[in-house]
């Protein structure tokens, strides 16, 4: 009985996720209400209080399903690197997966592309949370990435500020897609070329910039 009762209250808890997810990104934070997402879950709003307590957890719970479905999987992709080869194949994946999230054009991807434009709108405490857990394990894995191509023996506050300078630029391009309304990519991409096409077209140019400038230099062997 109470192996039915628990799994009654995961699916009560992810049709609770399922309506927030959709209705938080069709709407926003701000003109989401509670009483919305109960109706498309066919729950009553003493489950959404016993499952999340606040409209805030709901929205935190749901960007951190979204997270796990995708860009989590570049935390860590610094440690994958063994030569040069590797190197450039895990920034090419880092600015891949990012342009593939904030240009998707179909669920689960589009949502959290969705989150990215609306972020503003969200509480501070949320946007501090979010950008703690989120965004800098990203960064910083880029960050890392980046800094195995700076020059050899080059001052540590330049080195820092070349770095900031590359992850802006990067994280740039890739967030004016998510915050463009049609997308960036139907705005500008000549006509007859597909939203395939130049994804794929971008993610060349952005790579071929990173190599142009940059040269994967082997870290130093302890002694």
Request: proline share 5%.
């Amino acid at each position: 009985m109470s192996e039915i009762s628990e799994a009654a209250q995961e699916s009560t808890r992810e049709r609770i996720l399922s309506a927030a997810t959709e209705i938080f990104a069709a709407k926003g934070y701000l003109r989401t209400t509670v009483r919305e997402i109960c109706a498309r879950a066919k729950v009553n709003l003493a489950l959404v209080n016993y499952h999340f307590e606040s409209k805030e957890n709901l929205y935190v719970a749901v960007v951190e399903q979204m997270f796990e479905q995708g860009p989590k999987r570049l935390v860590g992709l610094a440690g994958t690197v063994r030569d040069e080869a590797s190197w450039r194949a895990a920034i090419r994946k880092w600015i891949k997966t990012s342009l593939e999230t904030v240009t998707a054009e179909e669920p689960p991807l589009s949502y959290l592309s969705a989150f990215i434009a609306q972020a503003p709108e969200a509480p501070e405490k949320v946007k501090e949370d979010l950008f703690t857990r989120h965004h800098l394990p990203l960064r910083r894995d880029l960050s890392l990435l980046l800094r195995m191509g700076l020059p050899e023996g080059i001052p540590e506050r330049e080195a820092e500020l070349q770095i900031s300078l590359w992850c802006s630029a990067i994280e740039s391009v890739c967030m004016s897609h998510a915050m463009a309304r049609p997308n960036w990519v139907d705005n500008f991409s000549p006509a007859g070329v597909t939203h395939e096409e130049w994804i794929a077209a971008e993610l060349d140019w952005m790579c071929n910039l990173v190599f142009s400038l940059l040269r994967y230099r082997a870290p130093e062997k302890p002694v």
